[in-house]
């Protein structure tokens, strides 16, 4: 069972956690993309609207043929993903962003909507990295 100081302490690291993602992620993804593989794990499942990919490198090399990028992040929520009958130990975190972006040089902004799953890395337990993605462009 999963106490109340663990759930608490677990919903503030998520908190913690989503904001140092966040401010990373999109600065790597509108001006670092050579950075991004380094968010993901190996065999991290992506579907980019509609595209699907497996691991960093392959998102990475996906997105290299992208026209330039802005992503502008309007909105963030993070969740532990707690397992009953688990130790607070690290857990997954869920991120869920919205925004808008522009491509290359058109004035046009789009919304999109994107889920993240967090986890712990292999090789660094206090590091986290993209374990599922899920991005939309909207409207």
């Not at 100081?5 to 993804?29: C, H, L, Q, R």
């Not at 001006?31 to 991290?44: C, G, M, Q, V, W």
């Not at 046009?108 to 590091?127: A, H, I, M, W, Y």
């Amino acid at each position: 069972m999963i106490n109340k100081t663990s759930k608490e302490s677990s919903i503030k690291a998520s908190a913690e956690g989503a904001t140092k993602f966040v401010d990373s992620y999109y600065e790597a993804i509108n001006t670092k993309r050579a950075s991004l593989e380094n968010f993901y794990d190996p065999n991290a499942s992506i579907v980019w609207n509609g595209n699907p990919m497996t691991g960093g490198a392959a998102f990475s090399e996906f997105f290299e043929h992208m026209p330039a990028t802005h992503y502008e992040v309007q909105s963030y929520d993070s969740q532990p993903m707690l397992v009953p009958g688990t130790s607070g130990g690290p857990c997954n975190y869920m991120v869920i962003v919205s925004g808008s972006v522009k491509y290359g040089d058109s004035k046009e902004q789009r919304g999109f909507s994107e889920t993240f799953v967090l986890k712990p890395s292999s090789t660094d337990p206090n590091r986290y990295v993209v374990a599922t993605q899920g991005f939309r462009l909207v409207v």
